[in-house]
């Protein structure tokens, strides 16, 4: 049997030649050794997830569909769901929190923008600035909230804004304890403890608008306003449309600002809320699966929402 040989190389008979297989093995075990810190942090943050939102979504809508009485559980199918419909607070509880969230998107939604117009406009003593806009943010909403309820919406002339309205020769509110007033205070305070993160997410989209673009409109004559609606809006739009959503379905969560404002109801109920109700249903009428199904409820309305947004903002794209 004849051997052949390649110049300058031997090769021993009867040994076969290994599969060329090392190469291969090498880079994929340095992709591993490479990705092994990100993995561990993907794997720690996915746990998280599983621990502390995945699974006590699934046992919630598990929950839901079962009644738990004496410790026994048994199914009960769709009766959850329609004991908590029938509930007198359900449908105002919907509309406040619905009316919650259209004041949201009217004066919390608009002001973080028109405030980032602002700063980005000045030349000097812009990280104070920043950093006195972001400056609630870092405060505990529950203390954040307690000072507007006991300093600024004090329904007496010594509050902050009845204060401000008798010096202005207007006349002063209650505040909290009216009907009428109660969402658009709890509207202000939540604005102000939350304006400040929008802020600079507005702030770092609005830099990286090219300043020809505001050059041009200016040698069109273009004012102040008519250089904010052709230029800086059609340039952050994306972001616009990303934190609307975002503002949308954190609002319709309204919950710690009826709790400490209003003592969760409010006057005439002007401040129940729908997560409010599932507190009330889970804390103090000991009715887990009532409160699980209005979660259910809460859930597959912003998550259809979600979905509908979201294919409506790809098909504008």
Same mark, same amino acid.
């Given at each position: 049997?004849?051997?052949?040989?390649?110049?300058?190389?031997?090769?021993?008979?009867?040994?076969?030649?290994?599969?060329?297989?090392?190469?291969?093995?090498?880079?994929?075990?340095?992709?591993?050794?490479?990705?092994?810190?990100?993995?561990?942090?993907? %794997?720690?943050?996915?746990?998280?997830?599983?621990?502390?939102?995945?699974?006590?979504?699934?046992?919630? %809508?598990?929950?839901?569909? @079962?009644?738990?009485?004496? /410790?026994?559980?048994?199914?009960?199918?769709?009766?959850?769901?329609?004991?908590?419909?029938?509930?007198?607070?359900?449908?105002?509880?919907?509309?406040?929190? =619905?009316?919650?969230?259209?004041?949201?998107?009217?004066? !919390?939604?608009?002001?973080?923008?028109?405030?980032?117009?602002?700063?980005?406009?000045?030349?000097?003593?812009?990280?104070?600035?920043?950093?006195?806009?972001?400056?609630?943010?870092?405060?505990?909403?529950?203390?954040?909230?307690?000072?507007?309820?006991?300093?600024?919406?004090?329904? *007496?002339?010594?509050?902050?804004?009845?204060?401000?309205?008798?010096?202005?020769?207007?006349?002063?509110? @209650?505040?909290?304890? *009216?009907?009428?007033?109660?969402?658009?205070?709890?509207?202000?305070? *939540?604005?102000?403890?939350? $304006?400040?993160?929008?802020?600079?997410?507005?702030?770092?989209?609005?830099?990286? %608008?090219?300043?020809?673009?505001?050059?041009?409109?200016?040698?069109?004559?273009?004012?102040?306003?008519?250089?904010?609606?052709?230029?800086?809006?059609?340039?952050?739009?994306?972001?616009?449309?990303?934190?609307?959503?975002?503002?949308?379905?954190?609002? $319709?969560?309204?919950? %710690?600002?009826?709790?400490?404002?209003?003592?969760?109801?409010?006057?005439?109920?002007?401040?129940?809320?729908?997560?409010?109700?599932?507190?009330?249903? !889970?804390?103090?009428?000991?009715?887990?699966?009532?409160?699980?199904?209005? /979660?259910?409820?809460?859930?597959?309305?912003?998550? /259809?929402?979600?979905?509908?947004? =979201?294919?409506? *903002?790809?098909? @504008?794209?």
């Amino acid at each position: 049997m004849a051997i052949t040989t390649v110049p300058g190389t031997t090769r021993k008979p009867g040994r076969p030649t290994p599969p060329h297989t090392g190469p291969q093995r090498t880079s994929l075990g340095r992709k591993v050794r490479d990705n092994l810190t990100g993995h561990a942090f993907l %794997i720690g943050a996915v746990l998280c997830f599983v621990v502390f939102s995945w699974y006590p979504m699934i046992r919630g %809508i598990v929950m839901s569909f @079962q009644r738990t009485r004496r /410790g026994e559980t048994t199914w009960v199918g769709w009766d959850n769901y329609s004991r908590i419909i029938s509930d007198p607070s359900f449908w105002p509880a919907w509309q406040n929190t =619905l009316y919650f969230t259209v004041l949201a998107l009217v004066l !919390g939604y608009a002001v973080p923008f028109f405030v980032a117009i602002l700063l980005n406009e000045f030349r000097h003593a812009k990280g104070y600035l920043r950093i006195l806009v972001y400056l609630p943010v870092m405060l505990p909403p529950a203390s954040a909230l307690y000072l507007f309820k006991f300093y600024a919406y004090d329904p *007496s002339e010594a509050g902050l804004f009845n204060a401000i309205l008798k010096a202005l020769h207007l006349p002063t509110s @209650q505040w909290m304890q *009216s009907a009428e007033m109660t969402m658009p205070a709890m509207v202000i305070a *939540s604005t102000w403890m939350n $304006m400040g993160g929008a802020v600079l997410i507005y702030l770092a989209s609005l830099q990286n %608008i090219p300043g020809e673009l505001y050059e041009a409109a200016e040698l069109d004559g273009a004012g102040i306003w008519k250089r904010i609606r052709h230029v800086t809006i059609p340039q952050t739009r994306l972001i616009l449309a990303l934190l609307a959503m975002i503002q949308i379905v954190a609002t $319709m969560q309204l919950f %710690i600002e009826p709790l400490i404002l209003a003592n969760g109801a409010g006057a005439e109920d002007s401040a129940t809320s729908v997560a409010y109700l599932i507190y009330q249903h !889970g804390f103090f009428q000991n009715d887990l699966n009532g409160a699980a199904a209005l /979660g259910v409820i809460m859930l597959v309305v912003l998550a /259809g929402f979600s979905a509908a947004y =979201l294919r409506l *903002s790809a098909k @504008q794209d």
